[in-house]
């Protein structure tokens, strides 16, 4: 794991496909399920402090 991926990167919401809110990974740009702590695909760590509980 390199030193970039052990510092937090808040994930970008995007619209689904179903309407609802997604969430991509900003390293690799993969889905990420919500408050995982890392990316499954690339291993980015993600920070979900500003995402709200709905």
């Known amino acids: 794991?390199?030193?970039e991926s052990r510092t937090p990167k808040k994930?970008?919401?995007v619209l689904s496909v179903f309407?609802?809110?997604a969430y991509e990974?900003?390293?690799c740009?993969?889905?990420v399920q919500k408050y995982l702590p890392?990316?499954?695909w690339c291993g980015q760590m993600q920070d979900w402090s500003?995402?709200?509980e709905s």
């Open 11 to 13: 994930p970008q919401a």
């Open 29 to 31: 740009g993969d889905e």
């Open 25 to 27: 990974c900003r390293n």
């Open 50 to 52: 500003d995402v709200d």
């Open 19 to 21: 309407g609802g809110t």
């Open 38 to 40: 890392y990316c499954p």
């Open 1 to 3: 794991m390199s030193d």
